[in-house]
């Protein structure tokens, strides 16, 4: 298949709740789903969602396993803009998932390559993955991919572009954002059976227009989730307006 299922809706609450669909029923189906989470602005509305439905008695996350896609080379969790800080702020401390279960890459290993190896172990003792949920970064970087990464990378250590430093210096308190993180490669994340690309805000209109319409190359490297035959993409229609405004 080469264009991805379009999910356009009203809201980033919307987008919020069309992606909890999908991990709900995921869960139902089978309640040890292995999942790919993302951090950043994006999901925050959809982790406030599961964290409701949770609390509902919707969602039952306490056979579930999830791996992140990415972490900052070192930042301590309980430094600011840390990603298992995020997650836990925002998930993990919020519903029934098990500590044990929950894998992000530690960015404070003492051996970074060896960290990489373990993580890729780690996803194929689980038997791979179920359902990646993804953001997509303004240059169009999925995880730490960022434009120029092989569309086959396995986890590893990665330079972070200025572009996605400074995107993130919000999350950082004023202090320097790190140069290097770890990130689940492209290769890693294709291998998910299916996938859900999260877009919201009318900043990311022009880079998802160049993902789903513009060559497929890695100059853009969320335009591989083309080539994948399960992607569902959920924007908001600030983020589709040039979709829809494109002539046919
Ligand atoms: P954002 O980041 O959700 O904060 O826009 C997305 C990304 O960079 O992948």
Redesign the pocket.
């Known amino acids: 298949m080469e264009t991805p299922r379009m999910v356009v809706v009203e809201s980033v609450e919307e987008v919020a709740q069309r992606a909890a669909d999908y991990v709900e029923a995921l869960l139902e189906r089978k309640p040890d789903a292995v999942l790919v989470l ?1 951090t ?4 925050v509305a959809l982790y406030r969602e599961m964290k409701r439905r949770y609390a509902a008695g919707r969602i039952d996350f306490s056979r579930a396993r999830t791996f992140n896609l990415d972490e900052w080379v070192g930042v301590a969790p309980d430094e600011p803009g840390s990603y298992a800080g995020f997650m836990t702020e925002h998930l993990y401390s919020r519903v029934n998932l098990r500590p044990e279960n929950c894998l992000i890459p530690d960015g404070l290993a003492a051996d970074l390559e060896a960290e990489c190896r373990r993580y890729e172990d780690r996803i194929r003792q689980v038997g791979g993955v179920d359902l990646a949920v993804l ?3 303004q240059n169009g ?2 995880g730490f991919n960022e434009p120029g990464t092989s569309f086959e990378a396995r986890t590893h250590v990665t330079a972070v572009d200025l572009s ?1 430093q400074l ?1 993130n210096a919000y999350a950082f308190d004023g202090r320097p954002v790190p140069s290097r993180a770890i990130t689940m490669g492209i290769g890693t994340i294709l291998e998910a059976r299916d996938i859900l690309l999260l877009v919201t805000g009318p900043e ?1 209109s022009e880079i998802l227009l160049r993902a789903l319409t513009g060559p497929v190359g890695e100059d853009v490297p969320a335009s591989i989730l083309r080539r994948h035959p399960s992607v569902t993409v959920v924007a908001d229609y600030t983020a589709a307006s040039r979709l829809a405004a494109r002539p046919d």
């Open positions: 993302p950043g602005r994006t999901p953001g997509i970064g970087h999925i996605t995107a990311k």
